[in-house]
């Protein structure tokens, strides 16, 4: 996965939350997460394999969360 395909499954949480279709506490925490492993393989400190990996399993889990009934 590259950088850009990263930044876009961050993305990707961020609308979901966004359009009632994950747990906005769980995506936040996601899309952190999947930031994280951006920077951390800007810096060159995460291999691109596990970073790509990270994103993808991020993606995977918020979707995995639907919304709290009544809000967040």
């Avoid at 961020?14 to 996601?30: I, N, S």
């Avoid at 393989?41 to 990270?54: F, K, N, Q, T, Y």
Wanted: aromatic residues 2%; positive net charge.
């Amino acid at each position: 996965m590259t950088r850009a395909e990263m930044i876009a499954s961050a993305e990707r949480i961020r609308t979901c939350w966004q359009a009632g279709r994950c747990c906005q506490l769980v995506a936040r925490g996601l899309r952190a997460r999947v930031l994280g492993a951006v920077r951390r393989l800007d810096a060159g400190s995460m291999d691109p394999e596990v970073a790509g990996r990270i994103a993808m399993e991020a993606e995977n889990v918020a979707l995995a969360f639907p919304p709290l009934p009544g809000g967040i």
